[in-house]
């Protein structure tokens, strides 16, 4: 099982990234995947979620309006869309793959909102 996060990096305040999630090893789509994050000193964070099918998406409130998750299923692929990036929303970035019996973690990828 493999889950590997990547496109992180420093950006401007009000900038844009993308980060991608790669995913192997399972079915991919039979899983819920979301990303969460980690600033310094502080716990892990839910920010984003879609369902198994991509029908279903929620959002950290912290986030909303500004964050877009998607999946491509053929691909094996989940996406985060982050715009409007603030200071407050540097951190170390993770991709999880959920079912009912098992949950998988990436390694991370490190965002910097930074002037």
């Known amino acids: 099982v493999q889950v590997v996060e990547s496109g992180g990096g420093l950006v401007q305040p009000g900038g844009s990234l993308r980060l991608s999630c790669a995913a192997s090893g399972f079915t991919f789509s039979r899983y819920a995947m979301s990303w969460y994050r980690q600033a310094p000193g502080k716990e892990r964070e839910l920010v984003a979620g879609?369902?198994?099918?991509?029908?279903?998406?929620n959002y950290a409130d912290s986030v909303k309006g500004r964050f877009t998750i998607s999946r491509d299923n053929a691909k094996n692929m989940v996406y985060l869309q982050m715009n409007s990036l603030k200071p407050e929303d540097t951190a170390v970035y993770y991709c999880?793959?959920?079912?009912?019996?098992?949950?998988?973690w990436g390694q991370g990828t490190q965002v910097l909102v930074s002037a």
């Open positions: 879609i369902s198994s099918g991509g029908g279903g998406t």
């Open positions: 999880n793959a959920r079912n009912y019996y098992y949950n998988y």
